[in-house]
């Protein structure tokens, strides 16, 4: 699954998932921007592949701020001369109940999650087009296949990154260009991390393999999804989740 000589953009690599992804697709021969709001965290696993041999450089930008993305996909461009792969991956929360939600944590995670995914694809799709072969990879979550009480505003992004999904792999496969999403369940991430004993243990008891995932399990799917052996296959969404949501 060899991605020598590509260039590979990931949001959210500072850690967690987006970490491991990018790491993987580095290891794979590609070379990766690891794009982050945090100069720091991009900026260490920018600093980690280029150490274990690979090729990376860190890139900080708000992925909610459109002219910002546009500006960083324009300077990209120039520099690198395309991005064949684009892995959307940044994401927030801001948990609460709906009739407690505030306007401004609705927005903030629907421009996060879901809006930077359209500015980065509408700034990027037109050179993979040109070249008549890409990859783009959203990372969505079961919360948007199932709904999730408290997230009323992380489901209805990661559903929209479903729908947008769909979408974009019938406008672009003319193209050779291949759109499609993985959707996580629960992760050992800093989102999980702070999950105590009891809720943990109810979350168990739904996952049929009896544990929580990698980072590694998403990134090794994500791996595939860019190669060219996954090169008819679009549109899909691929639940990585232990068996939880069949």
């Given at each position: 699954m060899s991605l020598e000589n590509r260039v590979a953009l990931v949001t959210g690599a500072g850690r967690g998932i987006g970490h491991?992804?990018?790491k993987n697709l580095a290891e794979e021969g590609a070379h990766v921007l690891c794009v982050s709001r945090s100069e720091n965290s991009c900026g260490a696993t920018a600093e980690a592949i280029n150490q274990s041999g690979g090729s990376a450089t860190s890139h900080a930008v708000d992925v909610s701020d459109g002219p910002a993305v546009a500006e960083l996909a324009k300077s990209l461009l120039e520099k690198h001369g395309k991005v064949d792969i684009l892995v959307n991956n940044a994401g927030i929360t801001r948990d609460g109940l709906i009739l407690r939600m505030s306007e401004e944590n609705w927005r903030d995670v629907i421009e996060t999650n879901l809006s930077s995914c359209f500015h980065w694809v509408k700034n990027l799709a037109h050179p993979m087009a040109r070249q008549r072969w890409g990859r783009i990879v959203n990372i969505t979550s079961v919360s948007g296949l199932v709904g999730n009480a408290g997230?009323?505003?992380?489901?209805s992004s990661k559903a929209g990154m479903i729908?947008?999904?769909?979408?974009?792999?019938?406008?672009?496969a003319s193209r050779q260009i291949t759109v499609n999403a993985?959707?996580?369940?629960f992760i050992?991430?800093?989102m999980t991390s702070g999950l105590d004993e009891k809720t943990r243990d109810i979350i168990l008891k739904n996952i049929p393999l009896k544990r929580l995932g990698q980072p590694s399990d998403i990134a090794h799917m994500v791996d595939y999804l860019c190669s060219?052996?996954?090169a008819y296959i679009t549109g899909q969404i691929f639940t990585v989740d232990g068996g939880m949501v069949m």
């Open positions: 491991a992804i990018a997230q009323a505003n992380y489901a729908g947008l999904t769909k979408t974009l792999a019938k406008e672009l993985v959707a996580p369940g050992e991430t800093d060219d052996k996954a």
